[in-house]
């Protein structure tokens, strides 16, 4: 066979043996060539040789236990392509398949590489061996490349559609970034060296830069790396302010330029290496994209490269990996962005529309149409592993005011959004957002796996709202993720709706690692009912808590007054009162229980909507609530436990109750009862009155009237300490009844004592009352007023006796000689009521 043979540019090392004879069949071990009937014709007929380009390919190389495709013939025309099956056995062989290569197919023209150049890979999944004929490499070295390029991309088309949804993707080549660590730092450092040397030619530049790179993908990155640190996007060229650069040298030089210098800077040092790489014309959703105006008779701006890589094309654009445009300051802003080297089609298509259907790189190529009604994501969304869930295009028309957003997410992630009057241009406002801003515009709220923005326009109007995200435990300013145009025919009337500074309603994405796991409400709107709301938070561990409540019209002094927190072990809840109508905000804020130098953090946020019955401003909870209400993570720590009313909430329409609960500890106990505005004759101290038998104490209430009361319950150990509150009963008494006062009690009276009758403070005049009681190691018990009657102790330890009133000009005082005093201690007193004037003139 007398055809004269090229070798084309190999995109990866052979990793195998392979050896071309001028026999119809090749074996070598691990690889064979099929006998192909077109081989045959151009053995018999020596002219088809040279009417024909003959296309030698390579089939890949794979490490795994795959079944090698069968070849397949070509059509008739200017190629004939042979496919090889190689066995991975013969990589040892690499050097000798090389050497034989070089010596059957004689390598002619201007255009071709020195082998030097070819770098091989041992990374390549597929390898191409392109024969021509002579006339063909006298061609011009330009056109002859542009042929070459064209070739393979055409050889590659056939392979893709051979193996659908197989193709490469950009994790495949590499895990993450992170492995480019140490060559990125050794370009940015030779890039730097070499612009201080004034260096601007482009092979010299390459050389330097890849010194030591042991494949294609090192190569490449390099040149990546060392393209965004090294030029910055032209702003003013772009401006038309200046002139725009056009060749490597000046561009280089400068160390500026626009998209096309990026993309031809990239094929030229390319080139260098003999890496594969076209420039790709289209559209790009940058700077001076309008969304909404059609792009199908609009001329392409914009400019990017496809790399042949393992025999398969990637995509990556060094002019948007460099930074960002700042049009609010016509200045570019230096950031590099990974994202956009070797970019995965599915996602590259988002932003950029090539002119050429084939560079768009997907299974089922996309219309202009669609690309336009896509949403915008920036790189930031595909990097924090965001998903789309609904709507799918940009543009978003309300429903009976309302439109929804939602994005789905794999790891935790904090959000917010902000919503502002349409512009055209898309790239404008900030890429950065603190805190979110016209929250009262929308309900964003945040589940275990999605966020859900429900958008309420204020007005009849177009919106730009942009989403913006960050990782859940950085602290880092959340960035823009992604844009969407809404379109608001007819607003809803809505009530004014409390800002949120703390980014989403329900739980946090936090809320877990603070120790919340779990939370009897939805991050949906909560209906309030009668005015009254609980909510409970399940936490993993003890926590403290703090709540805030917000309404529009509510004072801070009255919002103090409508919550009430009861912390347990398990457990937090929150108790609400809602006295407007409207929209509350209702946030809590937890740290660990014993670590008080923890600061609190947001762990929830609710959006309480009450529209029904409201309560009273009278009927508020008490002002002076402590932190703790009810039986809970403190009480239990005291040794405080078995209590017969386990929530903060104690209601009574009796007028009267009793609490009971076990002191295990014997600390010593003091209670206050008090309310606001209170109407009464006695002391409010008078109303409440402590029993102690053994362990169990009870807490009997006779209350004067009707009304919210507050009783604290304090304890110390010894008597030399001060009391420590344990926790607050929030009581609520609903009957009119005015209900009678208990005796004063005095410091004697105490554990063991019982006081079984009379259990009123105040008894009638001229009247024969029952005394009992229950005084422990008490050798004498008394009760002393206008004369003295000693109480007689019987069979059940229980001193009692009778005792007449008088005429209430004195108080009944009980008393006792106690076993360490032979003195009489009082240990409560009675009082009796005043003689009427008519009961003096009836005596």
Known sequence: MSAEVALQKFSFPFACSLKLSSQ????????????????????????????????????????KDQVPESTKSPDAGDT??????????????????????????????????????????????????????????????????????????????QLKAALPGQRKRRKDLFKSSEVFHRLDSSVIKAGAELKQKCVYDVKTIVQSITQGTRNELEQLRAIWVWLCNNI?????????????????????AAGRGVCCSYSNLCTEMCREVGIECQEVTGHSKGIGYRQGHSLKHVKSDHLWNAVLLGGEWFLLDACWGAGQVDMQHESFVKSFDDFYFLTDPEEFIDSHFPDEEKWQLLDKPIPIEEFEQRVFKTSAFFKMGLRLISPLHYYIVTDDGE?????????????????????????????????????????????????????????????????????????????????FTVKCPNP?????????????????????????????QSSEVVEVEDGVFDLVLKTCRPLMVLCELVHPQMEA???????????????????????????????????????????????????????????????????????????????????????????????????????????????????VLSKKNICSTFPVSRYVFCTYTDHKVTLSLSLPEAGVYRLGLYARITSSEDFSPMCDFIVRNLSNQVMPPFPCVYSAWGKGCVLFEPRMGTLEPLSWTLFRVRVPGALRVSVVGEDRTDL????????????????????????????????????????????????????
């Open 24 to 63: 119809d069949n090749v074996t070598q071990k691990g690889s064979s060539l099929a006998k192909d009937p077109e081989l045959s014709k151009l053995k018999e007929n020596p002219r088809l040789v040279e009417q024909n380009h003959v296309k030698v390919v390579q089939a890949p190389v794979e490490y």
């Open 80 to 157: 004939v392509a042979i496919q090889l099956s190689v066995s991975a056995e013969a990589s040892r062989n690499a050097a000798v398949a090389r050497q034989s290569i070089a010596e059957n197919l004689r390598v002619d023209g201007e255009d071709q590489r020195p082998a030097a150049k070819r770098q091989l890979s041992s990374e390549s999944a597929a390898k191409s061996i392109t024969a021509v004929k002579k006339s063909a490499l006298r061609k011009d070295p330009n056109e002859q490349r542009h042929l070459q390029q064209k070739s393979q991309l055409g050889q590659r088309g």
């Open 232 to 252: 910055e996007y032209d702003v003013s060229g772009y401006l038309g302010r200046s002139e725009k650069l056009s060749s490597p040298e000046e561009v280089i």
């Open 403 to 483: 439109a929804t957003v939602s994005l789905g997410f794999s790891r935790p992630t904090t959000f917010t959004y902000e919503i502002t009057q349409h512009q055209d241009l898309l790239h404008c406002g900030s890429v950065e957002q603190k805190e979110s801003s016209n929250s009262s515009f929308g309900l964003l709220t945040v589940s275990s796996r999605s966020m859900k923005l429900q958008l309420l326009p204020p007005e009849s109007d177009t919106y730009d709202v942009k989403l913006f995200a960050r990782s859940e435990n950085a602290t880092t300013p959340l960035v823009w993720v992604c844009s």
């Open 492 to 520: 809803r009337a809505t009530e004014d709706i409390p800002e949120n500074p703390f980014l989403s309603w329900g739980l946090q994405p936090a809320a877990g690692s603070l120790g919340v796991i779990g939370s009897s």
């Open 557 to 671: 002094a009255v919002a103090k007054c409508c919550l009430a927190t009861q912390i347990q072990p398990e457990s937090l809840t929150c108790h609400v009162l809602c006295p407007f109508h409207g929209f509350y905000r209702l946030s809590l804020f937890v740290r660990d229980y014993e670590n008080t130098e923890v600061k609190f953090q947001n762990a929830a946020n609710y959006l309480l909507h009450c529209k029904g019955k409201v309560v009273g401003l009278e009927d508020l909870f008490p002002p002076n609530l402590g932190s703790a209400c009810g039986p809970g993570t403190r009480t239990a720590k005291a040794g405080l436990s078995r209590f017969s009313h386990n929530s903060a909430m104690v209601s009574t329409q009796q007028g009267k109750c009793n609490i009971t609960f076990h002191n295990q500890q014997d600390l010593e106990l003091h209670y």
């Open 792 to 843: 007689k102790l019987n069979k059940s330890r229980v001193w009692e006796g009778k005792v007449f009133s008088g005429e209430g000009l004195q108080q009944l005082k009980l008393a006792a000689s106690l076993e360490d005093s032979s003195e009489m201690s009082v240990l409560m007193i009675f009082d009796v009521k005043q003689l009427q004037k008519e009961d003096i003139i009836r005596t």
